[in-house]
């Protein structure tokens, strides 16, 4: 990765996280929120595997887990905003 | 120190660091993904407790946290390079700003825990504060490890066992460092953001 492209990468992290942070303060709630969160899970670990771990030309296998960490996180998180009820039956003890 | 695995030696492409860093990683990747499901199965079952439990934290720490360690990974990725172009002195330069950065960690985490205690937020403030607890506690002691093989690979850097031939083991610790910026970029939105 360029020196530029680094700083880039770094600066756009910082703005989504500044943007994470913002949503956070206003409290808000509901899909909006939970499927802006998945997206910002998936798009910052993704730009850290790509670009700060170098991972974009490494090993298949190990990239291949990499991502597949940041996509299955925001599915969960989806999952378990539109399931909650369904998760909570099933892990029920007694 | 191990040396970085050459091209080919494991089919696939290139692995950075060497082999051994990325079995610790992976076991620390599945360790989180057991803790989020707590975290989910905790969130399905009390889900009035995760609606208001991020209205009591103080979203202001971890952001901080989160430019702590995304600025300090930047630094780690300069080292790399630096250390690529055979750059010593810089690579050693950029490893200690990563280490100062990262060391912020810990240090924003103990006023942070203060904080929560003055304002009541601890283990038996309820179910969400248990598993925030649990789970960014388990956080800071990888990022501790972190912490140690950044101090570790800067110590090597300035007796000058690195060079750009050679450098798996100070990449092996930047990949490590990344890995903890990418669990912590969940933990945020998890405990700050998400309801």
Not at chain 1, 23 to 50: F, P, Q, S, Y
Not at chain 2, 73 to 89: H, L, N, Q, S, T
């Amino acid at each position: 990765m360029t020196i530029a492209a680094a700083e880039r990468v770094w600066v756009l992290l910082l703005a989504l996280t500044a943007a994470g942070a913002l949503l956070g303060e206003t409290g808000g709630r509901g899909w909006a929120l939970t499927l802006t969160v998945a997206l910002l899970i998936a798009l910052k670990g993704r730009l850290v595997i790509d670009h700060y771990m170098g991972m974009r030309d490494a090993n298949r296998t190990i990239r291949r887990v990499l991502y597949a960490f940041v996509v299955v996180l925001p599915v969960l998180v989806i999952l378990s905003h539109a399931y909650g009820a369904v998760i909570a039956r099933i892990t029920a003890i007694g | 120190m191990s040396q970085p695995l050459a091209d080919g030696a494991i089919t696939g492409g290139r692995v950075p660091g060497n082999a051994g860093i990325w079995v610790g990683i992976f076991c620390v990747l599945v360790e989180f993904l057991l803790l989020f499901t707590v975290y989910f199965v905790a969130k399905a079952h009390y889900p009035e407790a995760f609606l208001t439990g991020p209205d009591k934290l103080a979203t202001v720490a971890g952001a901080t946290i989160t430019v702590l360690l995304l600025t300090s990974g930047y630094c780690m990725v300069k080292a790399v390079a630096a250390i690529r172009d055979d750059r010593r002195r810089a690579t050693l330069v950029w490893i200690l700003l990563a280490l100062a950065l990262g060391l912020g960690y810990p240090l924003v985490k103990f006023f942070e825990i203060r904080w929560n205690i003055a304002h009541g937020v601890d283990n038996a403030a309820g179910i969400f504060y248990g598993v925030y607890y649990y789970l960014t506690l388990n956080h800071l002691v990888h990022v501790s490890w972190g912490i140690l093989g950044l101090g570790w690979v800067a110590v090597r850097t300035g007796i000058g066992a690195y060079s750009a031939a050679e450098h798996g083991g100070l990449e092996a610790a930047a990949v490590y460092w990344h890995t903890t910026d990418v669990i912590w970029l969940v933990i945020f939105p998890f405990f700050y953001v998400l309801r």
